[in-house]
């Protein structure tokens, strides 16, 4: 039978620095006892993107306040941890070896071990941490980092199926609301805009989708958008309120179709596995018109469609916690000599993917 396990996790890879507890018992769910997210949005504002040496230095000054705040919020000193689990990649390398370096000095001073993380497999197995979904599921991560269609079969068994080959969505949601002069992150004001629109006045490209498997391109949207906008202010001088809710609601609905045009695909590549569900992660997954398309393919699969709790979909330390109780119930090895890999890809045959967003290598 399994023990008790009590984790702390830390996460580093980006521009949020994160630090939580979890506990697994020995039998039943598992709980969050804390999980801080310091995030550094203002660090970076007037660069319009993350800044690799603010973000590390960022983490580095504010990692130990985080940690003893996420031990004292979870009521338990580092007395009371098992194992101590740290995104060891894929990211902005200066930000995981803040990570990983306190980590390690922990680690060291308590005599305790180190589980070295996958970013990506931490969200890949957040599904089970939040409703203890069984293997093999289907998860598509879609962040502003990320975008890719993982089948998740074990605690180390990932297969990619596909993935973007330019920008992550949010990403595009992003840069689509610089180009409209929306404010950032952009995903929720071009959300927001889009609403009020008129999905059907631009017609954008759905690129990729004469293509087998389910790749994508977001970077072309962009660009499109780009054409309208400018096409619009060729013609009368400037965009009106209207004009840029009806870009925004063009805009998204074409990433939507696209997405879901692309689940449905991964669907049908590994129905011969019998997956348990379809489940989302990532900002993106916030937006309800994704959201509910989304839902309804997994509804036409037959498939139970799950999303976590924002709060666990968007880049956090519970899910780094959580990978390394798996890890350690799957009776994996962790060695402790690890090294922090800015590139990490999950599943090590899969053809590399190309291209680096603003937040980092996509792996
Ligand atoms: O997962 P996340 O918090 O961070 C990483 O990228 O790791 O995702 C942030 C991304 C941003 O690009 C943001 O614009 C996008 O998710 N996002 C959304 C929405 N909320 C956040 N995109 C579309 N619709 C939303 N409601
Ligand atoms: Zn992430």
């Given at each position: 039978m ?69 031990l ?33 000095g ?32 289907l ?15 074990g ?32 995903g ?36 499109a ?16 309120v ?91 090895e ?30």
């Amino acid at each position: 039978m399994d023990r008790t396990l009590t984790l702390l996790g830390i996460e580093t890879s980006c521009d949020d620095t994160a630090a939580a507890v979890v506990r697994a018992p020995a039998q039943g769910g598992p709980e969050i006892l804390s999980s801080e997210v310091l995030g550094q949005t203002a660090l970076h504002e007037a660069y319009g993107g993350v800044v690799p040496e603010i973000a590390a230095r960022a983490h580095a000054e504010r990692l130990d306040v985080v940690v003893e705040t996420a031990l004292a919020r979870a009521g338990v000193g580092l007395g009371a941890i098992d194992a101590i689990a740290v995104t060891a990649g894929p990211g902005l390398i200066g930000g995981v070896l803040s990570g990983v370096m306190l980590a390690r000095g922990l680690a060291a001073a308590r005599g305790l071990p180190l589980v070295a993380v996958n970013h990506l497999a931490g969200h890949a197995l957040t599904p089970r941490l939040t409703d203890g979904i069984g293997f093999p599921y289907l998860m598509l991560l879609v962040s502003g980092g990320h975008c890719q269609f993982l089948l998740v079969m074990g605690a180390d068994s990932f297969r990619r199926l596909g993935g973007t080959i330019d920008d992550a969505p949010g990403e595009a949601f992003d840069k689509t609301a610089k180009l409209l002069g929306l404010p950032q992150p952009g995903g929720p004001s071009v959300e927001a805009e889009a609403a009020l629109g008129d999905p059907a006045r631009f017609r954008f490209p759905r690129p990729l989708l004469d293509r087998e498997g389910c790749d994508m391109s977001f970077s072309g949207l962009k660009t499109a958008l780009l054409r309208a906008r400018d096409a619009l202010v060729a013609e009368k001088g400037g965009i009106t309120v209207q004009d840029r809710r009806d870009l925004c609601a063009g805009f998204q609905l074409a990433v939507a179709e696209v997405l879901a045009a692309k689940t449905a695909r991964a669907l049908a590549m590994v129905a011969g596995e019998h997956p348990t569900t379809l489940a989302v992660a990532g900002g993106v997954a916030a937006n309800k018109t994704i959201r509910a398309m989304l839902e309804t393919v997994s509804e036409q699969a037959g498939l139970p469609f799950l999303a976590p709790p924002l709060r666990l979909c968007t880049d956090n330390a519970a899910m780094i916690a959580w990978a390394g109780i798996e890890r350690m119930r799957a009776g994996l090895e962790n060695p402790p000599d690890f090294v922090a890999r800015p590139r990490w890809p999950l599943d090590q045959t899969a053809p590399a993917l190309l291209g680096s967003g603003k937040k980092g290598a996509k792996a």
